[in-house]
């Protein structure tokens, strides 16, 4: 299975700044997908990240304040702008390999927002 | 994407089978059914998944009814490092391949001494 990096595992940032999450896999990835999870909550898909096009967003997630990149099959980023105590989560980023194979995910990163 | 409902909580005691219950009741005939599992601060653990025949591996087993509306996740020997939230999920596949994964509220699964 893929090993998945996460970068930082924790953050504290300021209201009003941005944080932009790492997420480095170990193999060529085709799909990657970034999750986020608010506290005592399940996980909720944010949008679906392709190598060579833009990102593919769920409702009630928006490019400005989530924009993201995919510049290869082993990285990306999700940066979340423009932040608000709100958008305090544990934000996951995950991979799959092929067609039925499973996702898997990195450890998260953990952002507090004061 | 296909509903899932899991019971919020159950109690197993260790050593004991742990038999976690999903249905899926309007499951389409090509999705799978896929379990995951989070231990409190780390990301979801792949733990199987299946169509519609019974899958066993070093984790779990798996069992789907014959109609696919149910299936059952059994940790034969829970430990207390089995305690987890657990999330039964049927797979939408995207135009193209690759698995976007719709997460419910799960089943929180505390096993005792």
């Known amino acids: 299975s893929a090993v998945i990096s996460q970068k930082p595992s924790r953050d504290i940032c300021q209201r009003g700044t941005s944080l932009t999450i790492q997420c480095q896999v170990d193999s060529q990835v085709t799909m990657m997908f970034w999750y986020r999870q608010q506290p005592g909550q399940s996980l909720t898909l944010i949008a679906t990240a392709n190598q060579g096009s833009e990102a593919t967003y769920e409702s009630g997630f928006v490019i400005d304040k989530f924009p993201i990149s995919r510049p290869n099959l082993t990285f990306s980023t999700l940066t979340v702008s423009n932040l608000s105590p709100e958008d305090s989560s544990i934000y996951l980023c995950?991979?799959?390999?092929?067609?039925?194979?499973?996702?898997?995910f990195g450890n998260g990163t953990r952002l507090t927002v004061t | 994407d296909a509903k899932t409902t899991q019971p919020p909580s159950m109690d197993c005691a260790e050593g004991r089978a742990a038999n976690l219950p999903c249905n899926h009741s309007t499951i389409s005939g090509n999705e799978y059914v896929y379990w995951y599992r989070q231990i409190h601060s780390q990301g979801p653990q792949y733990i199987i998944h299946g169509l519609k025949n019974n899958e066993t591996n070093e984790m779990a087993s798996l069992i789907i009814t014959e109609d696919r509306k149910s299936s059952t996740l059994i940790l034969p020997h829970a430990t207390l490092r089995d305690t987890a939230v657990y999330y039964c999920?049927?797979?939408?596949?995207?135009?193209?391949?690759?698995?976007?994964?719709?997460f419910g509220t799960g089943t929180q699964l505390k096993v005792e001494l």
């Open positions: 995950s991979v799959v390999g092929g067609y039925n194979s499973p996702l898997h």
């Open positions: 999920i049927v797979r939408v596949a995207l135009t193209g391949g690759g698995n976007k994964l719709t």
